[in-house]
């Protein structure tokens, strides 16, 4: 891979790590979201006349914001992997000028 490292080898290895755990912490949120995890009911945003309104309103709101929020969260995750890539491929160019300047 041609160029020179944009970030230092430090930095890059610590974005990898954040990334991971972005990427993964991310995914499960997701998976959570999708499955209609009940711990996540406080985070949706419903409307009060919503809820003091019909219950299969409120429900097919919290239903489509449910998935739009496993949605939001696997796009971060997918966004989390590019810059895990970008990390990898910093963190690899560091390590072979490394090893060009010990040479």
Not at 9 to 34: A, H, N, R
Not at 65 to 80: E, V
Request: net charge negative.
């Amino acid at each position: 891979m041609p160029g020179c490292p944009v970030l230092g080898p430090k930095l890059s290895l610590c974005c990898l790590l954040v990334s991971v755990w972005g990427t993964l912490q991310l995914c499960l949120m997701g998976v959570f979201f999708y499955v209609h995890s009940v711990g996540l009911l406080e985070d949706l945003p419903v409307a009060e006349e919503i809820k003091r309104g019909m219950l299969k309103e409120y429900l097919e709101e919290v239903d489509y914001l449910y998935s739009k929020g496993a949605q939001n969260c696997w796009i971060a995750a997918c966004l989390y992997v590019f810059s895990m890539v970008f990390s990898i491929w910093q963190f690899l160019a560091n390590r072979r000028l490394a090893e060009r300047i010990e040479q």
